[in-house]
């Protein structure tokens, strides 16, 4: 079955730290991988997002991840973390049907001054 | 362009009664999901509308769930009747096809008392 994993509910790091969030997939077939943002009182947003092709991916707000079969990671990063980054970030993996998707937990990421 | 649209964003209701959900999605997309997110647990699927069509229903709880996509529009998502474990946030997300990008609403957020 399709899942991942985040590792860490809770991610604290300063203003301009870089932010460094982790994902570790399980797949039977090559995975196609997202990374979505919940701001306070909005849905989902599609952060990035990995299907084939160059495994260094960039997305919104200064954000990439890197698929690493070889480690089956898809960790997020950002070299400078913002205030307004403060969010739970979502790791997610299409299942095998092709459509649903399968979350992880989320992690929480708090920003301080 | 309008996004996904969640109708009501609360809804406190007795063990017991019944509510309804409903999810406009985005014009011209055939799929629509609806997740749940129980409290610190993950976002889970639910079930998959392709049109008016149920393609995916492996996700739902038990049969006091029933949706519906009248004319492959907008969904409702009923609980009768609610019980207390039912409560969560519950996201509508659509996309065009298989292996797009999914966008989500803003989610309802049911509580049962």
């Known amino acids: 079955a399709q899942s991942v994993t985040q590792l860490g509910s809770h991610v604290s790091v300063s203003e301009g730290a870089l932010v460094l969030l982790r994902c570790n997939y399980s797949?039977?077939?090559?995975?196609?991988l997202f990374w979505y943002v919940q701001y306070p009182n909005q849905g989902l947003q599609l952060l990035l997002k990995?299907?084939?092709?160059?495994?260094l991916v960039k997305g919104i707000n200064g954000f990439e991840a890197e698929f690493k079969k070889s480690e089956t990671s898809f960790h997020l990063t950002k070299p400078s973390a913002h205030m307004s980054d403060a969010a739970e970030y979502f790791c997610?993996?299409?299942?095998?049907?092709?459509?649903?998707?399968?979350f992880g937990k989320g992690t929480s990421l708090l920003v301080t001054p | 362009e309008a996004g996904v649209t969640q109708f009501p964003s609360h809804s406190v209701i007795e063990k017991g009664q019944t509510v309804t959900l409903r999810c406009d999605p985005i014009?011209?997309?055939?799929?629509l999901y609806w997740y749940r997110r129980v409290m610190g647990k993950e976002i889970k699927f639910l079930l998959h509308?392709?049109?008016?069509?149920?393609?995916?229903e492996s996700g739902m709880p038990n049969n006091r769930f029933l949706a519906e996509r009248t004319g492959g529009t907008y969904s409702t998502l009923k609980v009768q009747p609610a019980e207390l474990e039912d409560s969560g946030v519950y996201f509508c997300?659509?996309?065009?096809?298989?292996?797009?990008?999914?966008?989500f609403g803003q989610g309802t957020r049911l509580t049962v008392v």
């Open positions: 997300a659509s996309s065009r096809g298989v292996n797009t990008e999914a966008f």
């Open positions: 797949s039977s077939v090559p995975p196609y």
């Open positions: 990995y299907t084939t092709g160059a495994t």
């Open positions: 997610a993996v299409i299942s095998k049907s092709g459509y649903a998707l399968n």
């Open positions: 014009s011209g997309h055939d799929n």
């Open positions: 509308f392709v049109k008016e069509s149920k393609q995916d």
